[in-house]
């Protein structure tokens, strides 16, 4: 049986102090948004802590971010809190009344508790939005009684651990579009002989238009964020419209290969005309070797390595033509460029549909969670 009961009643403030000494070491918390619980910041002095007020923080206590909690930075401390401190952003909380924690801190994390946190917080920037101790205090949760509260909590926990394993198991997506990477490398390196530079294959194009200007047989634009990383897939285009700046003009099989951010490994073989962004390089194969085998090389691990040294120390990386012009790319004989294309087809195939059964399996675990957790608080667990 439901009671509607006042978080004031079943919890308290605890605000114990600590009076900061310059010179010594502390360990302060955070919280993570959506439910994903404390985390632990670098341990800083005393003289590096804000201006704010600083307070203890101690195992089995309900932590409420008072900025954030309106996003789920909400959670329950634990052993691995003790000797930690919380400013005053933190508004920390023991039970005093029949209340178990874990189940307070799912209901926070589901729809119904999320309403409820944001109705308590107040302000009127998205991003500030602030809970008081006493608007929290007041506010009304229906909680079953105490037996019936650890019964879901117990559930709920099974549930999350599972999905939590589920979640870190298997690679991610991402994780998939990654090994794309290496496993170019192994499949080039079957038909290998030696390498060639990049500039032996093909040139560099600065065919550019500038706005108003004559665009040629250009149907489309291609950006940056129009390409998956590793995979060498475009997932769209946008208009060609009446673009501002000016954009390269690109041919069908001339590879595009993003320099802002190289990390992101974003190379592309084109099919069409259009026109790209200034951030792309655009590549087009002098007959040497097939555009299909530059491109895959180009997304390869040991060019992605390359392109990482020359960038990493750069806040924003871009990487210079020359430098591009110069990496070593497998160089594949003649006589095994069909077989070799054959390969890297087949192999962006597997990586293709592997990444798209990730990127399903992802989204049923992401949406899992709330799924659950919804249920909870809904009578149905």
């Not at 994780?175 to 080039?188: D, I, M, T, Y």
């Not at 392109?307 to 120390?313: I, K, P, S």
Request: net charge positive; hydrophobic share 40%; charged share 20%.
């Amino acid at each position: 049986m439901l009671s509607e009961t006042r978080l004031g009643d079943v919890l308290k403030l605890e605000r114990i102090a600590v009076q900061v000494n310059p010179d010594a070491e502390y360990r302060q918390i955070g919280i993570r948004s959506f439910g994903n619980g404390i985390f632990h910041r670098n341990p800083c002095l005393g003289s590096e802590l804000s201006k704010l007020k600083y307070f203890e923080v101690h195992p089995g206590r309900f932590v409420v971010s008072n900025i954030m909690a309106w996003e789920g930075a909400i959670a329950v401390s634990t052993e691995s809190e003790e000797g930690f401190v919380g400013s005053a952003r933190f508004l920390t909380y023991r039970p005093t009344g029949e209340v178990d924690l874990r189940y307070l801190n799912y209901f926070f994390q589901s729809d119904a508790g999320k309403a409820l946190i944001k109705s308590i917080s107040t302000g009127t920037v998205t991003r500030n939005q602030t809970v008081s101790p006493k608007n929290f205090e007041n506010a009304q949760v229906s909680l079953p009684d105490l037996a019936e509260q650890r019964r879901i909590a117990d559930k709920l926990d099974a549930v999350i651990a599972m999905h939590a394993s589920a979640m870190g198991g298997r690679p991610s997506q991402k994780a998939v579009q990654q090994l794309a990477a290496a496993g170019l490398n192994r499949v080039l390196s079957r038909w290998a002989k030696g390498t060639v530079s990049v500039d032996q294959v093909c040139a560099s194009m600065n065919d550019t238009v500038h706005p108003g200007g004559d665009r040629g047989q250009a149907e489309k634009f291609v950006g940056l964020e129009h390409i998956v990383p590793h995979l060498g897939e475009r997932i769209g285009s946008g208009p060609l419209g009446d673009e501002k700046g000016r954009k390269f003009r690109f041919a069908p099989g001339d590879v595009l290969y993003g320099y802002l951010r190289p990390y992101l490994n974003k190379v592309w073989l084109s099919d069409q005309h259009g026109l790209c962004s200034v951030e792309q390089y655009v590549l087009r194969p002098n007959g040497v070797m097939p555009a299909e085998l530059i491109a895959a090389g180009l997304r390869s691990k040991s060019i992605l390595d390359k392109a990482l040294e020359a960038t990493h120390n750069l806040q924003l990386p871009r990487l210079r033509s020359g430098l591009l012009m110069a990496m070593e790319l497998p160089a594949i004989p003649p006589e095994h460029h069909k077989q070799a294309m054959a390969d890297v087809q087949a192999f962006n195939q597997r990586v293709t549909t592997l990444a798209e059964r990730q990127r399903h399996r992802d989204e049923l675990l992401t949406a899992l969670r709330p799924a659950v957790l919804d249920a909870a608080f809904s009578g149905q667990l």
